[in-house]
């Protein structure tokens, strides 16, 4: 995970307000309120029936649960567990806490006093711990008597006889249940499919599905509404908001008496109505009244205020919060809480009047790059590049970078996001990293979760406008890969994600560039042509020299622009090599993954992914507009 800047942290044990961070990407971070320091990834939260604590689930490098006493709003204890998965909940009375337990395939039940004291109980096992087991979200029957469990990977909810402790049944559910809700009778319950876009009604005790409803992509949090809007007749007896992680967007949906689900209306939580995907919205709360609704929104920083009090909902503004915020609650006196995943920490802020959210709404954007109309460009002569090869970089960089960064122009400000290999990556290749990532990531790389769906053929995984690779095929262009996304560590090479179906050489390792310079001779030879955009995963410096060698020995060279990336690892690089960039220069510009997208899709006149590669800042400094075509020789491999 990322390392707060010290003055960060600073404020944040002294519960100040913190000064702005700037990320990677170029956005800011100045959270409003103050700022509680919890454990690494803070995901999920709960509120104990009397209001008193607030339980935050922290599940990154150290699995821990933050007791946080909410008169004072201080973290006064901290309890580890073995893993974290997505939820926790406190049972009606408030005297035991059930938390899923991720990789162990359990869930962790706990004792807890009046006064705050939360002990380990027993672990309720759901089978041994595998590659593909892992417990999600818990949610507690209103009687207290039954526990559902999400069973992630295996597309199920687990049932708990919350007495004996022992799972009595496993109901089918929706691909990658995410949030388990109870509906107010007990005897339903609604499930967030993570992999699905849906949102399903099932009946307890048989499973049976009662209702489903189509929302946005990437189907998180629920929150249910039973307030009725004034002199307004209405078909529903609930209104079931669902945040839809891969949009900008929350739906709402109508419950019947009968439970039916319907689609009564979508909100834009976005900057703007046009903004692309970006927002993640991915948290939510109402206040006591249930007339606005608060919408983490993760990988903008900042939460959305919405009015829910009228027929139609009305986006009210936004507030600024700490780094990727995951969930919000209303505590006491009627103040936020917002966990923060990647700053490890909780703002609390004051519940804004309407006549403060414009001034929040103005800090919130001023720390984003984005504005509706965006100018960026290269030298007219891009134009003239008809060939981008994108390399991505596993090993560490030796002799050949070197010798590239010094001969061509040197990016040495790089500073990629993503607090993991898996994170980083994705944002290299889609402009986003999806929250499956984020939530799951940090677990794969401390060796808790064996399952590794990062790179490809993970249905939850997707991001909001696909890969690099599927933008430029949906564009007409040609496209050639070489390694990426590519389980070649199987018997046979499969290939995971489906749009690079077709267009991969399975016969390619990323050690021996072997198999593309043979494909980049057929390219040479009469009537062949080299792809418009050819992607590349290379595992040593040796194989990056001899790649870059052979394209600029190549009668493509003139026409061609090469970028290197080694997005994650202690020694980050970034390389741009082209006739038409700079020679023997250096450039301290700022830059990060998506800089690199966006510098791409100006020269293929690509459309943006995510908000992040349209609001980049673009490698057009390191362009020049005169040629030069003098080709590279690589290193001597010793």
Request: glycine fraction near 8%.
């Amino acid at each position: 995970m990322r390392v707060l800047p010290s003055f960060v942290l600073l404020a944040s044990l002294l519960g100040l307000p913190a000064c702005a961070q700037t990320l990677p990407v170029n956005w800011r971070v100045q959270p409003a309120g103050t700022q509680v320091p919890l454990d690494s990834l803070p995901l999920s939260a709960a509120v104990s029936p009397d209001g008193k604590f607030l339980l935050a689930l922290n599940a990154g490098s150290k699995p821990s649960i933050s007791v946080v006493e909410t008169g004072a709003m201080k973290e006064t204890s901290r309890v580890s567990i073995a893993d974290a998965g997505l939820g926790l909940a406190f049972s009606p009375d408030g005297r035991r806490v059930y938390a899923g337990g991720g990789s162990r395939n359990v869930v962790f039940e706990f004792t807890f006093s009046p006064t705050g004291e939360l002990k380990p109980s027993r672990e309720i096992s759901a089978g041994q711990p595998a590659t593909m087991n892992f417990i999600g979200d818990v949610a507690v029957s209103p009687d207290g008597r039954t526990i559902l469990a999400g069973d992630l990977f295996h597309d199920r909810v687990l049932v708990i006889n919350a007495q004996s402790g022992q799972a009595t049944g496993a109901l089918k559910s929706g691909r990658r249940p995410y949030r388990i809700l109870f509906h107010p009778d007990g005897q339903a319950y609604f499930v967030s499919s993570w992999a699905d876009a849906s949102v399903y009604e099932y009946s307890l005790p048989s499973g049976t599905e009662m209702a489903r409803a189509r929302v946005g992509a990437h189907p998180t949090d629920l929150v249910l509404s039973n307030r009725k809007i004034p002199d307004q007749p209405s078909t529903w007896q609930y209104r079931l908001f669902v945040a839809a992680a891969n949009t900008n967007d929350v739906f709402v949906l109508g419950v019947s008496e009968s439970k039916d689900l319907n689609v009564l209306e979508t909100l834009n939580a976005g900057f703007s109505a046009v903004a692309p995907a970006g927002m993640t919205p991915s948290g939510l709360a109402m206040n006591a009244d249930q007339t606005r609704l608060y919408i983490a929104c993760s990988d903008v920083n900042a939460l959305a205020v919405a009015d829910i009090s009228e027929p139609r909902s009305r986006l009210a503004g936004f507030v600024p919060t700490g780094a990727y915020p995951t969930a919000v609650r209303v505590v006491s006196g009627g103040k936020l809480a917002v966990l923060n995943g990647h700053s490890g920490s909780m703002s609390v802020i004051d519940a804004p009047a309407d006549e403060m959210l414009p001034d929040h709404s103005t800090k919130a954007m001023a720390a984003t790059p984005y504005r509706e109309s965006f100018s960026d460009s290269l030298p007219e002569q891009r134009s003239s590049i008809e060939h981008v090869i994108y390399i991505l970089m596993d090993g560490v960089p030796g002799a050949n970078a070197a010798k590239l960064a010094r001969e061509f122009v040197h990016l040495d400000n790089f500073h990629p996001a993503g607090g993991t290999p898996a994170a980083a990556l994705n944002w290299a290749v889609a402009a986003i990293a999806p929250d499956f990532t984020v939530r799951l990531g940090p677990s794969f790389a401390a060796g808790r979760l064996r399952y590794s769906g990062f790179e490809g053929g993970e249905p939850a995984n997707l991001p909001p406008a696909g890969y690099l690779w599927s933008n430029a095929l949906s564009a007409g262009l040609t496209v050639r890969n070489y390694g990426i996304f590519v389980d070649s560590g199987a018997p046979t090479p499969r290939v995971k994600d489906p749009s690079l179906q077709g267009v991969t050489n399975i016969k390619y390792r990323s050690a021996d560039p072997q198999a593309f310079l043979d494909d980049l001779k057929q390219f040479e030879a009469p009537g062949g042509m080299m792809p418009n955009l050819t992607v590349v995963r290379t595992a040593s410096d040796a194989a990056l020299g001899r790649t870059v060698d052979a394209i600029s020995k190549s009668k493509f060279w003139p026409q061609s622009a090469i970028f290197v990336m080694n997005p994650s690892g202690p020694s980050p690089l970034l390389l741009a090599l082209s006739p038409y960039t700079h020679r023997g220069a250096a450039d301290a510009t700022p830059y990060d993954q998506v800089s690199v997208l966006r510098t791409i899709e100006l020269i293929l006149n690509l459309r943006p992914m995510t908000v992040f590669d349209f609001s980049a800042r673009s490698l057009a400094a390191a362009f020049v507009s005169t040629p030069n075509n003098a080709p590279y020789s690589m290193e001597p491999i010793n």
